[in-house]
């Protein structure tokens, strides 16, 4: 499967934003999603998973109770909603679909192209 992430930008702290990434094929719902986010000079980091229902998610503690995955097969889509953005959460944000949800990269088989996030007042 193919994916196209986008929404990215300049938001200032506090902010909101969505970004989304778009699945081609009809393969898509197949797949296990999570989202990624890579800042300058550090290692790839797991935000969180949700399942091919989309029914269940989970996050890592880094952005619990801040991020939110959703997905909406019908249109091959996967949302990363951000709320109460930091200057620290400034990172190109990549989506990734495999067939198992976990938070390693290796477990990904295809990767979204990334969208940059900047946080800065």
């Known amino acids: 499967v193919q994916l196209q992430a986008s929404g990215g930008g300049l938001v200032q702290p506090g902010d909101s934003l969505r970004l989304s990434c778009a699945g081609a094929g009809r393969t898509f719902r197949r797949y296990e999603l999570a989202w990624f986010r890579q800042a300058p000079g550090k290692e790839r980091e797991f935000l969180g998973t949700?399942?091919?229902?989309?029914?269940?998610?989970y996050y890592a503690d880094s952005v619990k109770g801040r991020f939110a995955i959703s997905r909406d097969n019908t249109k091959n889509t996967v949302y990363l909603q951000m709320n109460s953005l930091k200057p620290e959460d400034t990172a190109v944000y990549y989506c990734?679909?495999?067939?198992?949800?976990?938070?390693?990269?290796?477990?990904?088989?295809?990767w979204g192209q990334g969208t940059l996030v900047t946080v800065s007042s």
């Open positions: 949700i399942n091919r229902s989309g029914g269940s998610t």
């Open positions: 990734a679909a495999g067939l198992t949800a976990t938070a390693t990269t290796a477990a990904y088989a295809y």
